[in-house]
T-cell receptor
Framework: DSGVTQTPKHLITATGQRVTLRCSPR?????VYWYQQSLDQGLQFLIQ???????AKGNILERFSAQQFPDLHSELNLSSLELGDSALYFCASSVAMGEAPQDTQYFGPGTRLTVL | DAKTTQPPSMDCAEGRAANLPCNHSTISGNEYVYWYRQIHSQGPQYIIHGLKNNETNEMASLIITEDRKSSTLILPHATLRDTAVYYC????????????????WGLGTSLAVNP
């Protein structure tokens, strides 16, 4: 158990809908990262937040957005869903900004999103 | 960030050492090598990281060649629970640009530990 929690574990929805994925980082961690993993693909970095502020952005679609709240939990919002958005979505957290070599990322169990 | 090359799959007998290679021939001086593993659709798990010296922890050992162009992750006594996809990632320390903090993931090596 990494200490990172994600809800829900599974989510099934229809095309065109909007969903929200939630992540709670490990106690004391200030950074939250979101990743997408499609079937048989490597993890794709989406976005990083540090202490409420966006720090880095990857291949995140405009239909997707995220935020980190004052209690440091984060939400990833996915809208106008398409079949291709079906994937595993992982959240990770690290103590600081993730720059120092020892500031490793610890991953949650993921949310499996299925768009029908 | 430098790219890595790993064999797509490997087999290992239970109880034997598993040696997983990684090629990172374009690695630069301030880039670290990280290893993670992912057990069947679970969240990736951090294993170990290093710069140029060999490293060991309770999970594994990391051997980095002197020229730093390749490395090997060693699981000394593989068990069935070590069956997973193992990812080798290189990343610069203290990156100037924000996006360089991200980890770039390849497809990894699928390790099958057989009884």
């Amino acid at each position: 158990d990494s200490g990172v929690t994600q809800t829900p574990k599974h989510l099934i929805t229809a095309t065109g809908q909007r969903v929200t994925l939630r992540c709670s980082p490990r106690s004391g961690d200030l950074s939250v990262y979101w990743y997408q993993q499609s079937l048989d693909q490597g993890l794709q970095f989406l976005i990083q937040y540090y202490n409420g502020e966006e720090r880095a952005k990857g291949n995140i679609l405009e239909r997707f957005s995220a935020q980190q709240f004052p209690d440091l939990h984060s939400e990833l919002n996915l809208s106008s869903l398409e079949l291709g958005d079906s994937a595993l979505y992982f959240c990770a957290s690290s103590v600081a900004m993730g720059e120092a070599p020892q500031d490793t990322q610890y991953f949650g169990p993921g949310t499996r999103l299925t768009v029908l | 960030d430098a790219k890595t090359t790993q064999p797509p799959s490997m087999d290992c007998a239970e109880g034997r050492a598993a040696n997983l290679p990684c090629n990172h021939s374009t690695i630069s001086g301030n880039e670290y090598v990280y290893w993670y593993r992912q057990i069947h659709s679970q969240g990736p798990q951090y294993i170990i990281h290093g710069l140029k010296n060999n490293e060991t922890n309770e999970m594994a050992s990391l051997i980095i060649t002197e020229d730093r162009k390749s490395s090997t992750l060693i699981l000394p006594h593989a068990t069935l629970r070590d069956t997973a996809v193992y990812y080798c990632i290189v990343r610069v320390a203290y990156p100037r640009a924000g996006n360089n903090r991200k980890l770039i993931w390849g497809l990894g090596t699928s390790l099958a530990v057989n009884p």
